[in-house]
């Protein structure tokens, strides 16, 4: 999956990222519904941005919940809601594809584990990283099927570099 993602992330023609203002924690706590209607709240690290970042950090945060565990379906229809108001390039997909392939959760673990190493809890880690694993599988064919998506929507092929 890493190198997957760092394959896809060197084809990224950053010149051709839409920009606009996000607000880089999009995810559920920050979402009020009430009487039907959603209020966003907390813009604190709202500013201008690639929209990509916005919408791969809010789909991974839903990715990787229990319920809807890399569902490939659910990505691609949010992606095709997005883009039913604001078009997307083919880069806007390479960067999301990039962002939601990365084994996140493998790298943050490693980077704890080193960083902690001398009072680190062997056996917690070694829970925690069994735990990562049971869902590998799911992840890696997640992001087969939404590469897919993307190549055959823009009726091209990712070619690596």
Same mark, same amino acid.
């Given at each position: ?11 990224? *023609? &950053?010149?051709?990222?839409? /920009? !606009?203002? +996000? ?12 009487? %039907? ?11 201008? *941005? &690639?929209?990509?970042?916005? /919408? !791969?950090? +809010? ?12 569902? %490939? ?89």
């Amino acid at each position: 999956l890493a190198n997957l993602s760092t394959n896809v992330a060197n084809t990224i *023609d &950053y010149d051709n990222l839409s /920009i !606009s203002i +996000c607000h880089n924690d999009y995810v559920s706590k920050n979402l009020i519904v009430n009487q %039907g209607k959603i209020y966003v709240i907390d813009f604190d690290k709202c500013r201008y *941005d &690639y929209s990509a970042f916005d /919408i !791969s950090y +809010c789909l991974r945060r839903l990715m990787r919940r229990e319920n809807t565990c890399w569902n %490939g379906d659910l990505a691609i229809n949010f992606l095709q809601e997005y883009e039913s108001s604001h078009p997307l390039t083919f880069d806007d997909y390479k960067y999301i594809l990039a962002y939601l392939v990365f084994p996140q959760k493998y790298w943050k673990l490693s980077r704890d584990y080193y960083k902690n190493i001398s009072k680190c809890n062997k056996k917690a880690f070694i829970n925690l990283l069994n735990k990562a694993v049971i869902h590998n599988d799911i992840h890696i064919d997640f992001s087969y099927k939404l590469l897919d998506y993307i190549e055959n929507k823009f009726s091209t092929k990712i070619s690596f570099k």
